[in-house]
Nanobody, 130 residues
Framework: QVQLVESGGGLVQAGGSLRLSCAAS????????MGWFRQAPGKEREFVAA????????YYADSVKGRFTISRDNAKNTLYFQMNSLKPEDTAVYYC???????????????????????WGQGTQVTVSS
């Protein structure tokens, strides 16, 4: 069982920045591929960013490319999400998720799919005011 706990959400003005963290339990975090998803009211959960277990490969939704950065510190069992130049349309609950079972060659072609991930955090609210 893997527990994921997000933190760092809050209220920020448009153009501002936030840094989300996702702390993972267990000793195998360095073997997990990780993702960030978000869900706005009345909308489906959507992919935002992903990172492979080593950190060598990162992927982003077009809507956040160039503004958001996903990273990880395997020594600290922590996933990070730096969000800059925030827009009101970025308002959502943000979730981190762990893929603990997929082979890398499968993951790099399917990281956008929620079904790839085995464990999810409880979410952290990000609200961007205009």
């Amino acid at each position: 069982q893997v527990q994921l706990v997000e933190s760092g959400g809050g209220l920020v003005q448009a153009g501002g920045s936030l840094r989300l963290s996702c702390a993972a339990s267990g000793r195998a975090f360095s073997t997990y591929n990780m993702g960030w998803f978000r869900q706005a009211p009345g909308k489906e959960r959507e992919f935002v960013a992903a990172i492979t277990w080593s950190g060598d490969n990162t992927y982003y939704a077009d809507s956040v490319k160039g503004r958001f950065t996903i990273s990880r510190d395997n020594a600290k069992n922590t996933l990070y999400f730096q969000m800059n130049s925030l827009k009101p349309e970025d308002t959502a609950v943000y979730y981190c998720a762990a893929d603990t079972t997929r082979a890398l060659r499968y993951y790099i072609h399917n990281y956008q799919r929620t079904g790839v991930y085995d464990y999810w955090g409880q979410g952290t609210q990000v609200t961007v005011s205009s």
